[in-house]
C-alpha cells in the first residue's frame, strides 16, 4: 500500500512538472517553481493519503490521466473509482481529501464542479452529465454542482430553461446533498443555483432536508473562513443563488433572500462557456472575491472528440493559468460537462499545487 502511494504522488509530480516545464505553464511564475512545486510533491511524498492532490475517488486519475483522455475519454474513464468503492461515512483524508487545503481560505482553493448537474441521461434537452448525482460526488473530485431550479406545477424542480420537456424533484437532489455531507464530514460542497423561484421555496426545499443549519454565511468585506474552519464549525455547505427570471406571477411581491443564499453577482464572476485557453469574462464584476470557469463549449456530448482533450490536466492548468495572467485571481470552480471523461481534476489539482 505504502509503495503504490508512493508511485501514485511521484507520478503526479512528474505531471506537474510536465505541465510546467513542456507546456509551460508558468502563469505562477518563477515562485511556482522555486517553491510551490517543490513543497506540493514533498507534500504529496509524505503525506499520509494516496490521494495526489486531491479527492475522493481521484487517487489514479492525475497519474496516468493526462496521456490517456488525450486519446480516448472512453479509456480514461476506466481509472476513476467505481461509486460502490468510494469512500464510507466519516472516510478519507480530510478537506476534501488533501490535508493541505485545510489552512486554505475558501477562496484559495480551486474545485472541480459540473455544469448542470442534474442532466444525466437523454431524457433532458440537454444532457451534460453521464453519471447520476450522487455518483458524481462519489468519483472523480466533484466538489460543486450547478443546478437550474424552476417551479413544477406549484413545486421548485431542477430543470433546463423550463419543465415541460424534462424536470426532477429538488427535494430528491438536495436529499442526495443531504446524504453526501452526512457521510463525508471532512468535505466541504458548494452549490450554484440558477433559480427562477422566490427564495423563500428554497429555503424550505433546504430545510425540509435539514440542510440550513450546514449552510455557511459569509460576510461581505470579511476574510473566508478556511475549509478545516468550515469543517469544525459544521457549515461545510456553501451555496450561491443566481436569479433567473421568475417563473412565478410578475405581480407577486419578492421574498427575502437569507445570508446563506449568496447572491452570485456580487461574489463572483464567470468565464464564457470555451474550452479554448482564453479568460473572457462573460458576467460578474471583474473584482468579485471568487471567480467560475466554465470549462465547457455547447452541445457536445460525452463521445465529442475534442472533449477529452479538453479534459486533460495540461489544459484545465493552462486556462487557469490564463485567469491569473489576465486577471490576477486563479478561478475557484472549473465547471465541465461529463466530468468522468479524461481527468479534469488533474488540472484543478494542479492548480492547488501552486496556488
Known amino acids: 500500500m505504502q509503495t503504490s502511494r508512493a508511485l501514485s504522488a511521484r507520478t503526479h509530480c512528474a505531471t506537474v512538472r510536465r505541465v510546467l516545464l513542456k507546456q509551460r505553464v508558468i502563469a505562477w511564475g518563477a515562485l511556482a517553481l522555486a517553491v510551490g512545486f517543490p513543497a506540493a510533491c514533498s507534500s504529496a511524498k509524505s503525506g499520509p493519503s494516496g490521494n495526489t492532490g486531491g479527492f475522493i475517488g481521484s487517487s489514479d486519475a492525475g497519474a496516468g490521466g493526462a496521456d490517456a483522455a488525450g486519446a480516448s475519454g472512453e479509456g480514461a474513464q476506466s481509472s476513476l473509482a467505481a461509486p460502490d468503492g468510494g469512500p464510507g461515512p466519516g472516510a478519507g483524508p480530510p478537506c476534501n481529501g488533501d490535508p493541505r487545503l485545510c489552512s486554505r481560505p475558501f477562496s484559495a482553493v480551486t474545485f472541480l464542479g459540473t455544469h448542470l448537474s442534474m442532466a444525466t441521461d437523454d431524457t433532458w434537452p440537454t444532457q451534460t452529465q453521464n453519471r ?138 464567470e468565464t464564457a462557456a470555451d474550452e479554448g485557453t482564453n479568460c473572457v469574462i462573460a458576467s460578474g464584476n471583474a473584482k468579485s472575491p471568487l471567480a467560475i470557469l466554465n470549462q465547457y463549449s455547447a452541445g457536445e456530448t460525452s463521445k465529442t472528440k475534442a472533449l477529452a482533450a479538453a479534459h486533460t490536466p495540461e489544459v484545465v492548468a493552462a486556462r487557469l493559468a490564463r485567469c491569473n495572467d489576465d486577471r490576477k485571481q486563479v478561478p475557484n470552480f472549473v465547471l465541465v460537462n461529463f466530468a468522468e471523461v479524461g481527468d479534469p481534476n488533474g488540472g484543478v489539482q494542479i492548480a492547488n499545487d501552486l496556488r
Open 132 to 269: 447520476s448525482l450522487s455518483d458524481q460526488l462519489l468519483s472523480g473530485g466533484v466538489r460543486a454542482l450547478e443546478l437550474e431550479v424552476h417551479d413544477d406545477q406549484g413545486a421548485p424542480a431542477v430543470c433546463e430553461g423550463s419543465c415541460d420537456s424534462a424536470s426532477g424533484s429538488l427535494a430528491s437532489v438536495l436529499r442526495d446533498v443531504s446524504t453526501f455531507i452526512t457521510q463525508n464530514p471532512t468535505d466541504v460542497l458548494t452549490l450554484v443555483l440558477r433559480s427562477a423561484v422566490p427564495a423563500d421555496e428554497l429555503v424550505q426545499a433546504f430545510a425540509d432536508q435539514s440542510l440550513i443549519a450546514l449552510a455557511h454565511t459569509q460576510t461581505p468585506g470579511k476574510a473566508w473562513p478556511t475549509l478545516q474552519q468550515l469543517i469544525d464549525d459544521k457549515q461545510r455547505l456553501v451555496v450561491f443563488l443566481d436569479s433567473l427570471p421568475t417563473d412565478a406571477d410578475a405581480s407577486a411581491q419578492p421574498s427575502a433572500v437569507p445570508g446563506w443564499l449568496h447572491p452570485l453577482s456580487s461574489w463572483a464572476w
